[in-house]
């Protein structure tokens, strides 16, 4: 039994508009999608009670903020006997600077994503935290220099 949802055009159409601003009133989602209030705030109700939404989100503007510098690091761990893939998980995750950590397939273990304020802190970050941690084998380190942010396949 599959768990996919089947969604019709204008659950595409509602889902697309949510991922630009999810605080779009009821009414003003249906205006765009040429449906009444009740009917908006019905479909989403239910996108959202089948698991569709999942929550919101809410972005910072990190350069604002002073961090300049995001990398993207792949981590090959050394020592998978000794360490497990938990321990390290929850090692890196409590480094204030990594903002996300993605368990992948392919030549690393992990991929992380490092915000920094330049690239003398990352290489502090590095350093002292990230290299330290049990386990943490081959680092490969990629700098971002921009980012289109893509809706995905809806």
């Known amino acids: 039994m599959s768990d996919r949802i089947v969604l019709d055009d204008t659950d595409r159409a509602i889902l697309r508009l949510l ?29 959202q009670e089948q698991g569709v939404l999942t929550g919101r989100r809410l972005d910072l503007d990190l350069a604002k903020l002073g961090f300049g510098v995001t990398v993207f690091l792949g981590v090959k761990l050394g020592t998978k006997g000794r360490v497990s893939l938990a321990d390290f998980e929850r090692a890196v995750s409590a480094i204030p600077e990594v903002q996300t950590v993605e368990h992948v397939l392919g030549l690393y273990d992990y991929r992380l994503r490092v915000a920094a304020r ?17 386990g943490v084998g081959n680092v490969d380190a990629n700098v971002l220099l921009s980012e289109e942010r893509l809706a995905g396949p809806i």
């Open 19 to 47: 991922m630009e601003d999810a605080d779009l009133s009821a009414s003003a989602l249906g205006k765009k999608v040429g449906l009444s209030q009740p009917a908006a705030w019905r479909r989403a109700q239910r996108l």
């Open 118 to 134: 330049d690239i003398a802190d990352f290489e502090r970050v590095l350093r002292r935290r990230i290299m330290t941690l049990p």
